[in-house]
């Protein structure tokens, strides 16, 4: 699977290849029992139930480094952030900001484009209670590495969504640019920025789970500063 992530040419590529991955034998048995099971609400629908790969622009001045995909949104329909309450507040958001085309992202055919951006995930499956493990966060890196370094010559800024994301930016900033974190590592938190000179600036942004934003602990307006914040550093209009 290292090899094969380092051999994908392109973007295209390299989603079909993330598609067909089976290295992580608790997550390949989560993702398909969901997919099996489904819930209620969606029992008369067909599941994805395979990882999901990036979405967006091959020519990406902004990254958004998500968690995993969710178990009925993105494991259901094959798409990132697509089908369920945490989508609904990030593409509304990068609709506002003139990332999207379109506020909402119910399915993988219903007209959504990115501008400058690319979305993904540190862990390609849904995991069981929404967390992978620290080796399945590091037997998934490959991809999200390859995934970095075929739009590296347009990425200017990550933004990073939660801890988990942040912490997995580390060990790709090495792999990637070459570059070695400080230690001990920049602390995530909402607003935090790190400023790399050879590697893309990193913005921290509290996750757009139903716990963070049915709480109010991230709001639109948060999400609004966030984004205008990753356009100004990533040079987008
Ligand atoms: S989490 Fe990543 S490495 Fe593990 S099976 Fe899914 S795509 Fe493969």
């Known amino acids: 699977m290292v090899a094969r992530a380092a051999r994908a040419t392109d973007l295209a590529d390299l989603d079909g290849a993330v598609s067909d991955c089976f290295a992580c034998p608790r997550l ?14 969606f029992r008369d629908q067909h599941y994805w139930g395979r990882p999901v790969p990036g979405l967006g622009a091959a020519d990406a ?4 480094l998500g968690l995993a995909p969710a178990a009925h949104g993105g494991n259901r329909t094959g798409r990132i ?16 900001a003139g990332l999207a085309n379109q506020p909402t992202s119910v399915a993988a055919d219903d007209g959504l484009t990115l ?6 995930a540190a862990v390609r ?3 069981p ?10 037997t998934c890196a490959p991809w999200l590495h390859r995934e970095l370094t075929l739009i590296r010559p347009t990425l200017r800024v990550v933004v990073a969504l939660g801890a988990f994301a942040w ?8 792999a990637v640019y070459g570059v070695r974190p400080t230690s001990p590592r920049p602390a995530f938190g909402h607003g935090a920025h790190w400023s790399g000179t050879a590697a893309p ?18 709001t639109p307006e948060m999400l609004d500063d966030v984004f205008t914040r990753a356009k100004l550093l990533a040079g987008a209009d």
């Open 125 to 127: 499956c849904a995991p």
């Open 61 to 64: 001045r902004i990254a958004i």
């Open 167 to 174: 912490a997995a930016w580390w060990p790709a900033l090495r």
């Open 28 to 41: 390949v048995a989560w993702r398909e029992e969901v997919a099996r099971t489904r819930r209620a609400a």
């Open 81 to 96: 952030f697509t089908g369920d309450r945490s989508g609904d507040v990030l593409f509304a958001a990068l609709h506002r």
């Open 115 to 120: 501008r400058d951006t690319r979305i993904f």
């Open 201 to 218: 600036d990193l913005l921290g942004c509290y996750h757009v789970s139903q716990q963070n934003t049915f709480t109010g602990r991230l």
């Open 129 to 138: 209670d929404n967390k992978p493990t620290p080796p399945e966060r590091d």
